[in-house]
């Protein structure tokens, strides 16, 4: 499975990350390759993680 980063915004917000910051008006939903889904309120901080989880996921099934 790949690795996702999705651009949440509004009501795509799920409501407990509206409720610990009611101003937040962007999530990005990262999704690894494992199906675990991550929360990051930047896109810099989103795209960190998806590379992270990428060499993760390389390093695990032997890539390299």
């Known amino acids: 499975m790949a690795i996702s980063v999705k651009k ?6 799920p409501e407990h990350l509206r409720a610990q910051d ?7 939903q990262v999704e690894g390759a494992d199906g675990q ?22 390093h695990d099934s032997g890539g390299d």
């Open 8 to 13: 949440l915004s509004g009501d795509e917000i």
């Open 37 to 58: 889904i991550h929360y990051r309120h930047t896109d810099v901080a989103a795209a960190a993680l998806a590379v992270e989880l990428s060499e993760q996921e390389k």
């Open 22 to 28: 009611p101003t937040a008006d962007v999530v990005f």
